[in-house]
């Protein structure tokens, strides 16, 4: 073998060796440490001096970034923790908040309580306001729901009334609308009223207490008449006329008052339908 050849033989033979020098634990490397220092090492997990300057190096390279370098502080709570806080992305102060809350849950001191109580309890600026505006959300979604069902709810009534009080549907609401107005019900009272009892019973209250101002009487602007019934009323009125044998008779024999009479309670008794 030439001496060129021996020459590069033994360089790379001291390259690998020093190559696998640095993944391998020299040994007495950390000779002159003392023992808490070696402790250290060990417990770190350290191999060799190439891999403690190494670690020495990315700790410099971090530190060097202060702004991302946050210490945690013993309490969270305590006025010393305001600087971790802010980093953190708590604003100065709390009308940097971005918070809106939707018209229908409620007006702007809402929105500045939320600011207010999000900086007093240290929240960063996207945390409060992705939770108020999740909150937000979440609560108009509800809001609409039982508006619809009470849409729904008052639908349902007004058919039901509708069919229950028949032809008289008109005069009893008018009634009804009297009483309250005679009453001094506001529309917040009202409001209250028909959600207390529902829109039907409400209406039905509020007839009775309207019969009771004028006693079997309707009341029409400011004058007393007695004129619709209800379905129920008609059919009640139609039973005592079967019990009656004179009324019955003149009704046979073509009695015009009789035949009227027979033919309007039956009108109101069961509306839509055709008698004779």
Known sequence: MSEEQNASAGASTNQAAATTNTSETPKGWTEGFDADLKGYVEKKGFKNHVELADSY????????????????????DSPEAKDFWYKAGMPKEAKEYTIEVPKELGDEKLADWAKETAHKLNMPRSMAEGFMKAFGERSLSEYNTLQDNAKTLAKSDHDALIKDWGAAYDQNKNIAEYAA????FGEDELKSLGATLGPAKAMKFLLKLGTGMSEDTFITGNKAQNSMLTPEQAQYQIKELMKDTDFLRRRAEG????????????????PGEITI
Not at 57 to 76: A, I, S
């Open 57 to 76: 190096r990315n700790l410099e390279k971090l530190v060097g970034q202060k702004e991302k370098v946050v210490l945690l502080p013993d309490k969270f």
């Open 181 to 184: 107005k005679n009453f001094g």
């Open 255 to 270: 009695d015009v008052n009789a035949k009227t009479k027979w033919a309007n309670l039956n009108k109101f008794a069961y």
